[in-house]
């Protein structure tokens, strides 16, 4: 497959982007700055420069490739860092009807699944900016008829494993994190056979038997 990729240079895009180019894909990786992936070679691999939140940008971008994944995110919870997902869901869903694509899987939240409890009550005002970000990003997609997935996953961790487990539009039960590794595994497997079109899948790491 043809794959673009947005957000390569950040920690789950760039596993996205070795998991996708070992599975025999072709990815072209959009960046802000070209120096975020002056480390990373490959034949299969294409770098472009611009702002993912220009739908003009990005229309020179989409052509001649299969699949958008999005690994997007602010780096701070702050409202004006928040703004990633939803100013780039409005470009992404213009570029792709403009293209006539189709295929899209962005990286949303799990705080958009329902509280369960005082906690999850509390981390949801904490982090109010990007669970409202995240939703209108959703919002903005859904609405351009696109075949898309949202995976939610829990708190990102660095860990190695590539295990987790997954539920169709809830969170699982297995707990309120995930490893990068594993939600990049989840990316490229779903880019690969389509099990969740349309659909938002929360994501969890997957308790030791």
Do not use: W
Not at 16 to 24: E, I
């Amino acid at each position: 497959m043809k794959i673009v990729l947005l957000g390569a240079n950040g920690k789950t895009g760039r596993l996205v982007m070795r998991q996708a180019l070992a599975a025999g894909h072709a990815v072209t990786g959009v960046v802000r700055s070209a120096e975020s992936l002056n480390d990373v070679r490959h034949d299969r691999l294409t770098v472009r420069v611009g702002d993912v939140s220009s739908a003009e940008f990005l229309k020179t971008v989409f052509p001649g490739h299969d699949a958008v994944i999005s690994t997007l995110g602010p780096r701070r919870p702050t409202k004006s860092a928040c703004t990633i997902y939803s100013d780039s869901g409005a470009a992404i869903a213009e570029a792709m009807r403009a293209c006539g694509m189709k295929r899209v899987l962005i990286t949303s939240t799990a705080l958009l699944f329902p509280a369960e409890g005082l906690l999850d009550r509390a981390l949801r005002v904490i982090a109010k900016n990007n669970q409202q970000a995240a939703g209108l990003m959703e919002t903005r997609v859904a609405e351009a008829d696109l075949d898309y997935t949202f995976a939610r996953p829990g708190f990102l961790t660095n860990g190695e494993s590539a295990q987790f487990t997954k539920a169709a539009g809830a969170e699982p039960e297995d707990g309120k994190s995930v490893s990068r590794e594993a939600l990049a595994t989840f990316l490229v497997t779903e880019v690969e056979e389509d099990s969740h079109v349309r659909q938002v899948v929360g994501l969890s790491a997957k308790k030791a038997a």
